[in-house]
């Protein structure tokens, strides 16, 4: 007859949190800290060309 395992171990502690991305054999990639970015954004229409033209009405807003 068969027997069930039944495992109870308790888990490891957890990782310490670092500054870097540790990458596998290139090296490490320091995080950036948090900025304010100005996004001034005005948008465009664009012209849809090829075969997607009639499914989109044939134009678009694009933003630059």
Same mark, same amino acid.
């Given at each position: 007859?068969?027997?069930?395992?039944?495992?109870? $171990?308790?888990?490891?502690?957890?990782? &310490?949190?670092?500054?870097?991305?540790?990458?596998? /054999?290139? #090296?490490?990639?320091?995080?950036?800290?948090?900025?304010?970015?100005?996004? $001034?954004?005005?948008?465009?229409?664009? &012209?849809?060309?090829?075969?997607?033209?009639?499914? /989109?009405? #044939?134009?678009?807003?694009?933003?630059?």
């Amino acid at each position: 007859m068969g027997s069930v395992k039944i495992v109870t $171990n308790k888990p490891g502690p957890a990782p &310490k949190a670092t500054e870097y991305a540790q990458i596998d /054999k290139q #090296g490490r990639i320091p995080y950036g800290n948090a900025q304010e970015v100005n996004m $001034n954004m005005s948008m465009k229409p664009g &012209k849809v060309r090829g075969m997607g033209a009639a499914v /989109k009405g #044939g134009k678009y807003m694009s933003c630059e």
